[in-house]
């Protein structure tokens, strides 16, 4: 007879040997827990404003699902776009990167149009093409902005999926031009043709507008249960609040605060959806969440806007109110519920983060404006970023070290106003009066001789990319 694999003498010998047996087993998992990489889920909204959420006191806007992320985790006072307008905040998001260093930026065409020749360089790593070569699933699921012809599409930019419109939804308008902005007081699908791609195919044209947020989500909760046990990447750009607004039947005319509530309430129903995804997944303790937006409110819709709150001006500004914008993290166990940060940050720094929790390498041959967050997240000390610099498409309007904020140049967001240069900077500091309203220059002479110092040393270090915007398809 076979001499058992155990030659136990006694029962407590034999329940020992077990017991020690789970633990080591047990062991192995947490340590094999401790070492799985993070998975990265980026939500993303368009035109929305510092002051449309209730965790940053909106009073009409109700956003239980966001103001319960920011109590579970963490909420910038002082987060920012790298760029007032969609386009160029995109790619510095995915990029790390001012979008005068990648040429994303202009002076004559803002953004980049459906007849738009340019897109995101190709030599330009995005944050996903950097997660790649740690194995990561990747997903864009919402609107790209950074190039619709198909070398620019994401998935030539690192991401195995996309499923979203290529541009924002105001654009392939069709509406009679006689018409004018009236036709986004009472939006109709049949107004617009942009196309909704899955992949590099165009499955619909146009995209039925009032479905988009559902959709987004149903395809963002897909793609994490298909990749619940690997290292993901999930970067949900909204399509609102950008205007035409458009909501679902089960959100139209439900916000006291009209369509704009309307369709804020219901991006917030889709992140609580995906966030809910992930607990269910049991993946919550694996996963870090950012939500922001990508430049201030388009304040030139009014009650189609959105709302600054206490900031001055909006989208398309270098104001406080066109680049300050909402930011939020959450990682359960690791970002302790409840903090606030006053330290000062931006989207770029999420492309930084990133690669230092995935132990991916940034690209070693290029300036990388992004700076890891971790010190903040995690309460281990001081956030990373000095200096902030507010350009205005390819020019350096302003730039805020520590609560001072100096502006070179302003200018409104939009409309016929030009540029104004001041001689003598304006002053702001912006802990005291985050309004912009009382100018202190006379009285910090020191602080404003830095601050062009500070400038002079960017602007000499800056190389700046090929324009992309402004070059157009040419017609046959």
Sequence with gaps: MLAPPFPFKSGLQRFLVVSALFATAFSAQSAQSEQRLPNFVILFADDLGYGDLGC???????????????????????????????????????????????????????????????????DETTLAEALKTKGYATACIGKWHLGHLPQYLPTRNGFDYYFGLPYSNDMDRVADAKLGRSIFLD?????????????????????????????????????????????????????????????????????????????VEEMDWSAGEIMASIRKEGIAEHTLVFFSSDNGPWLLFNEQGGSAGLLREGKGSTWEGGMRVPGLAWWPGKIKAGAVSRDLACTMDIFSTCLSLAGASPPSDREIDGVDLGPVLFGKGKGRRDLFFYY??????A?????????????????????????????????????????????????LADLAKEVERHRTAVVRGPLQLEERIKSN
């Design 56 to 122: 940053y006191g909106h009073p009409t806007i109700r956003t239980p699902n966001l103001d319960r992320m920011a109590a579970e985790g963490l909420r910038f006072t002082d987060f920012y776009s790298a760029a007032s307008v969609c386009t160029p905040s995109r790619a510095a998001l995915l990029t790390g990167r001012y979008p005068v260093r990648n040429g994303m930026c202009s002076d004559t065409r803002r953004v980049l149009f459906p007849d738009s020749a340019g897109g995101l360089p190709q």
């Design 187 to 263: 939006p109709k699908v049949e107004y617009w043709k942009v196309p909704l791609l899955q992949n590099a195919k165009m499955i619909e044209q146009p995209a039925h507008q009032p479905s988009l947020t559902r959709r987004y989500t149903a395809e963002a909760i897909k793609f994490i249960g298909q990749n619940r046990s690997k290292p993901f990447l999930l970067y949900v750009p909204y399509a609102f609040p950008h205007v035409p607004l458009f909501a679902s039947d089960r959100f139209a005319g439900q916000s006291p605060r009209g369509l704009y509530g309307d369709v």
């Design 392 to 397: 205005r498409d390819t020019q350096l309007y």
């Design 399 to 447: 730039v805020r070290k520590g609560p001072f904020k100096a502006h070179f140049m302003t200018r409104a967001g939009y409309g016929d106003e030009k540029a104004e240069t001041h001689d003598r900077p304006l002053l702001f500091h912006l802990g005291h009066d985050p309004a912009e309203k009382f100018d202190v220059a006379k009285d910090h002479p020191d602080v």
